[in-house]
C-alpha cells in the first residue's frame, strides 16, 4: 500500500514559479512509474509529466521546456518544478503512482490546487 500526499500548491501570478511535492509512504517506492496529473475547470484530467523508475522522464507538449520532474527515492519524494507559468496551468495536480513490475496497482493523491492570476 502506498500513500500519496502532494503539497507546494498556491496562488502565484503569471510567469511565476512553483514546486510541488509528492511525498510517498510505504515501501519501494523507488520501483514506481510516478506521474503529476491535472485537472483544470470544465476540463478531462490530462498527464503533465511522468517519471520512470529509472528516470526516464516525459512531458506534455504544452509544458515540455518549463516543468521539470525529478525524483530524490531516499525521501520517497517526487518533485515537479513549474515555471514561466500561465494562466492556464491553473488546475488541481494530482500525484499518481503505477508499479513498474504488477499491472494495475496504482495510487493517487489528494491533489494541489494551483491558480496562475494576477
Known amino acids: 500500500q502506498v500513500q500519496l500526499v502532494e503539497s507546494g500548491g498556491g496562488l502565484v501570478q503569471p510567469g511565476g514559479s512553483l514546486r510541488l511535492s509528492c511525498a510517498a509512504s510505504g515501501s519501494r517506492f523507488s520501483i514506481y512509474t510516478v506521474g503529476w496529473f491535472r485537472q483544470g475547470p470544465g476540463k478531462q484530467r490530462e498527464l503533465v509529466a511522468k517519471?520512470?523508475?529509472?528516470?526516464?522522464?516525459n512531458y506534455a507538449d504544452s509544458v515540455a521546456g518549463r516543468f521539470t520532474i525529478s525524483r530524490d527515492n531516499a525521501e520517497n519524494t517526487v518533485y515537479l518544478q513549474m515555471n514561466s507559468l500561465k494562466p492556464e496551468d491553473t488546475a488541481v495536480y494530482y500525484c499518481n503512482a503505477n508499479h513498474s513490475l504488477i499491472a494495475g496497482v496504482r495510487y493517487w493523491g489528494q491533489g494541489t490546487q494551483v491558480t496562475v492570476s494576477s
Open positions: 517519471i520512470t523508475a529509472t528516470r526516464h522522464t
